[in-house]
């Protein structure tokens, strides 16, 4: 039977009948009685990137959910999309473990507070957490920003505070957060691209 | 990258050296194997150790860690010697003609203009020689023994075969046969292509090993012609579009600098960084500087950047210097510092010299982390015997711990290393209260303002005057902030030749940074990305993956930077006349009215071949630079150094002077010279690096990964494991002078030991993906080991080669 990729859902997807699998060219008497759906039959498609490294695989990714307001899409699968000129559907040992990462039991979930000498995270709200950060910002710079050097020269500076931005976020975060950091004055200003 | 991943199926030869494409970059790697395949291409890999990449290799050339300036010198002599390189090419489009004043001086390692208690050079001496019409100077004959291109025959003779293998340790034939296949592109219709990756960055000269390759391509007329370039394959998925907006010390995006303490003024900024052209009807495409700088305070501070206000110049910090990594480190440690962000990024694994990390990061009043993941750094202040022995009741900072989403959870655009922007969406929602790095940054920023909206403060006006023009102020969308990359008309933009003629009203996105003007009329977050987000739409979004000259350009895939070009410096593709050097693999080419052919011309259009102008736009002389006059920080030329911890402990081209040594140039801060391990206490030569299965310290907390190597391990040579009594599966020790590491032992017959300069070195493999998070076993972190010691010019640090003592344990 000679079908693409795309033919293949269709079919699968078309409901569970004798009908459609008899067109797999199954004999339908016995399979007819099993009622069970193509897997990735009723899921999503998006396309993304693998996070991983700089060749830019393309990603097709399968989460259930139909996207109505309280469904909660969920991840099930993800594979290599076979119209990425770079890749052609296939992914590396790293690519293909991006479900795992997606699930891995080391996501944080929460906002949490180390609070100082303590050996313990602390559970906080993220209005908690954000109003005490900008707090220790805000202090921290008005204390320390440099308007003027020793000579007398305009700088604008704040020393006592850096910024390390993460080169797997996407080039809109990556645009927001120079934005903002040097709108602060901040000259410590780094990602993996220095290393 | 110059070229692109597909483009590398185009070579005849490729050189894998200071990277291991098929196990860093396996899916890339494939258009290696379908040059092999298809174009009966030859693979060379040059690698301290005996690779996947080599497993793939016609030929395997091992070299010491550190060494690979000596090497692709002596191919440089080689060609040289044997006049292999492609002449037309090389004097068109190389600046070989041109004439070097006569104050340059090299002399047992040292340059001209060098100030030995700064470790700085003053390049002053290192200029072309100004000639009253105020062009350089040029000999077209190649004669003049000041012309660059006898300064380099000059330079480069003293790397011979024998003097390469001595220094790296290469059987002399085996460097030979390397040289010889190379040769072979010479001819304008056979390139070589470069993959190359953190072996070449990662060391204390990394930018020279890098320049010394280009001049290498240029030598052999590779740049800018299919299956040719300098291919940097790059580490992460966005590295390169984090690079190109500026998130750096000194940068700003699209690749303009932050100003210095001493340019008060902006025209003093601007004038500095708009060069006049070198010589005559040159592109000197970096005259349009001032139209980027504009733009871009434009798009940041809009009606608060005026001509009055001088588009807002002093709301930009000046750097005194370059607050690096290595130097942001060394003043915390110093406890100059209070606060931190680290966001996705993991400094207690990632930055040399753990302890020096951990004990820097417990000065801070406030650590804020923002990942998806828990990483070590997080937890820098816990207790984890042997791993990470620290008293958490000693560290008084409060370390704040933020969820974010990750890949999948998020839309918008990722630059690969070929510079494709690929565009992305969001296939589920994260777990728990994650959020989205947008939406965190945006609320702190905004909270931040309010504060000084409400009390007043230390200088306000850069933040109180920030452009926020979103629709939902916490959430900037990723096609808003895409857009503002763009850029677009802030008025109706009249056609300069006919003012009645209006070819962008005010609001409408631009087609290209062509467009952008100087006078506040242009608003533009990234010039280089001009052309992302048009009227059209998103152009990154694309997914037309026809390819229909057949060479791999898939120019309707996604978006690349410059304005969709796919090979850079294409022009070089053709000869003088705009003929393409190559009939066979034609990129862009002159049809006697315009340029054109399967890529964006990397050229003025209409820009006759008659009129000369050079196809390297990027620099004032429209050629591209054998001798960099200006720069770079450590020489105009390539010179072998030693790493700053070397198994032989002298410099074999500088015996007798230890100021050449390591790199003269290299920032060295007070009290490490000292430190840096010594050959007596540390025999063998080490090299940090990453395997297939795992991404530095994130897949360790994949499970599908993390059961493929779950422990960690070291790699020797079986003469070292002979000589320490180790066999493999035995857990050894590794110490450097900075700490130690204990892992099992893999003996294994990929790492041979090398002979140089009268020495036998061996090296010690240490892969690098354990710590003390994470579904692995437990490991020590590898960067316990590495010197904090980075490049002369850059400041990335030396992880690739450094000493190491290692014993049972």
């Keep these: 039977m000679d079908m693409n990729r795309r033919q293949f859902f269709k079919v699968c997807g078309a409901g569970l009948t004798g009908s459609s699998l008899a067109m797999l060219g199954y004999s339908p008497q016995p399979v007819l009685a099993e009622v069970r759906n193509f897997k990735l039959a009723r899921t999503t498609e998006t396309r993304n990137t693998c996070p991983y490294c700089a060749v830019g695989c393309g990603v097709i990714m399968y989460s259930l959910g139909d996207k109505a307001k309280n469904a909660k899409a969920e991840i099930i699968h993800i594979e290599g999309d076979p119209d990425h000129p770079v890749n052609r559907g296939t992914l590396c040992p790293k690519g293909a473990g991006l479900l795992d990462f997606v699930h891995s039991e080391s996501r944080l979930k929460y906002p949490e507070v180390r609070e100082p000498g303590s050996k313990e995270w602390k559970r906080i709200s993220w209005d908690e957490a954000m109003t005490r950060i900008a707090k220790h910002m805000k202090a921290d710079r008005d204390k320390n920003f440099i308007a003027k050097n020793a000579d007398g020269q305009t700088v604008n500076r704040w020393l006592s505070a850096g910024f390390l931005a993460a080169s797997a976020s996407s080039n809109e975060t990556g645009y927001l957060t120079g934005k903002i950091v040097r709108s602060l004055g901040i000259v410590a200003f780094d990602n993996q691209a220095r290393v | 990258m110059t070229n692109h991943w597909v483009d590398i199926k185009n070579a005849n030869v490729v050189l894998i050296m200071g990277g291991n494409a098929a196990e860093a970059h396996p899916c890339g790697f494939k258009w290696v194997t379908e040059a092999k395949a298809h174009n009966k291409a030859k693979l060379i890999v040059v690698d301290p150790r005996f690779t996947r990449s080599a497993a793939m290799a016609d030929y395997y050339a091992p070299i010491r860690v550190g060494t690979d300036i000596a090497f692709l010198a002596g191919i440089i002599n080689y060609l040289l010697t044997h006049d292999k390189i492609q002449h037309e090419y090389v004097k068109a489009y190389t600046n070989a003609s041109f004439l070097i004043n006569d104050k340059y001086k090299f002399e047992d390692g040292i340059f001209s203009g060098y100030d030995e208690k700064a470790r700085r050079y003053d390049p002053s001496s290192w200029g072309y020689e100004i000639g009253k019409d105020g062009y350089a100077v040029v000999d077209e004959t190649l004669k003049h023994p000041r012309c660059v291109f006898n300064i380099m025959k000059e330079h480069y003779k003293r790397y011979t075969p024998e003097v390469v293998s001595n220094i790296c340790g290469t059987p002399k034939e085996t460097f030979v046969k390397v040289c010889e296949t190379i040769a072979t592109t010479s001819v304008p219709d056979r390139t070589t292509t470069i993959m190359y990756a953190l072996g070449w960055t990662q060391h204390s000269q990394g930018t020279q090993m890098i320049r010394t390759a280009a001049m290498l391509q240029l030598l052999l007329g590779n740049i800018g012609m299919a299956g040719g370039g300098m291919n940097a394959l790059r580490g992460h998925s966005n590295i390169q579009g984090l690079t190109d907006l500026g998130l750096m010390s000194n940068l700003l995006p699209g690749y303009m600098t932050i100003p210095f303490d001493r340019e008060q003024k902006r025209e003093d900024y601007l004038k500095v960084r708009t060069p006049k052209p070198l010589r005559p009807n040159q592109m000197d495409f970096p005259q349009n500087f001032p139209k980027w700088h504009t733009s871009l305070m434009k798009a940041w501070y809009g009606n608060a950047a005026t001509a009055k206000s001088d588009f807002a110049y002093d709301y930009m910090p000046k750097l005194d210097r370059l607050y690096d990594v290595l130097q942001t480190f060394e ?120 504060l000084y909206r409400k009390e007043g403060g230390a200088f306000p006006d850069p933040i109180l005057n920030l452009t926020w023009p979103y629709l939902i102020p916490q959430a900037p969308s990723p096609e808003e902030l895409a857009k503002e990359m763009n850029g677009k008309a802030l008025e109706d933009l009249a056609d300069p030749k006919d003012k009645t003629k209006v070819l962008f009203k005010a609001g409408e996105q631009l087609p290209g940074f062509g467009v952008l003007r100087d006078d506040g009329s242009t608003a533009c977050g990234c010039w280089i990305y001009s052309g992302c987000w048009t009227q059209a739409g998103n152009q990154m979004a694309r997914r037309d993956n026809s390819d229909p000259y057949g060479v791999g350009q898939t120019l309707n895939w996604a978006w690349a930077w410059p304005v969709n070009r796919r090979v850079l410096y294409n022009r070089a593709s053709s000869d003088p006349s705009g003929k393409p050097w190559d009939p066979k693999r034609k990129l862009v080419s002159w049809n006697g009215k315009a340029w054109g052919g399967s890529d964006v011309p990397d050229m003025r259009p209409d820009a006759a071949p008659e009129e000369h102008v050079g196809p390297f736009i990027m620099t004032p002389e429209g050629v591209a630079r054998l001798f960099a006059p200006f720069g770079m920080a450590d020489g105009p030329l390539p010179e072998h150094y030693e790493p700053f911890e070397t198994p032989v402990d002298i410099n074999p081209l500088h015996p007798k002077n230890p100021k050449a040594t390591a790199n003269p140039a290299a920032r060295v801060f007070k009290g490490d010279m000292e430190v840096f391990g010594k050959s007596k206490e540390f025999p063998y030569a080490a090299t940090t690096y990453r395997l297939t299965e795992h991404f530095h310290f994130w897949s360790k907390h994949v499970d599908f990964n993390a059961v493929t190597q779950p422990q960690q391990f070291i790699e020797i040579g079986e003469e070292l494991a002979k000589e320490k009594g180790i066999a493999s599966g035995q857990m050894v020790k590794v110490s450097s002078n900075r700490g130690f590491i204990k892992a099992v032992a893999v003996v294994t017959k990929r790492i041979k030991s090398l002979d140089c300069n009268g020495k036998k070195v061996h090296t010690v493999g240490i892969p690098i993906h354990w710590g003390f998070k994470g579904v692995t076993k437990n490991g020590y972190i590898a960067n316990t080991l590495t010197p904090f010691v980075g490049d002369a010019n850059i400041q990335t640090p030396e992880y690739k080669a450094f000493l190491v003592n290692i014993e049972k344990a």
């Excluded at chain 2, 816990?382 to 704040?400: C, G, H, L």
């Excluded at chain 2, 998020?410 to 290393?417: A, F, K, M, Q």
């Design chain 2, 331 to 450: 003043l915390m440690y110093q406890g100059k510092m209070n606060g931190y962000f680290c966001q996705g990024f993991n400094p207690l694994a990632s930055f040399p010299h753990k302890a020096k990390i951990g004990k820097a990061f417990a000065k801070l009043k406030y650590l804020v982390i923002i990942d998806p993941l828990a990483t070590e750094t997080s937890e820098f202040w816990r207790n984890v015997p042997d791993y990470n022995e620290v008293k958490s009741e000693e560290v008084q900072t409060e370390v704040f711990r933020l969820p974010s989403t990750c890949f999948a959870e998020e839309e918008g655009s990722l630059t690969n290393s070929g510079r494709w922007l690929q565009w992305h969406y969001k296939g589920a929602e994260p777990p728990g209260e994650a959020r989205g790095d947008v939406e965190i940054v945006a609320d702190l920023f905004l909270r931040v303002r309010d």
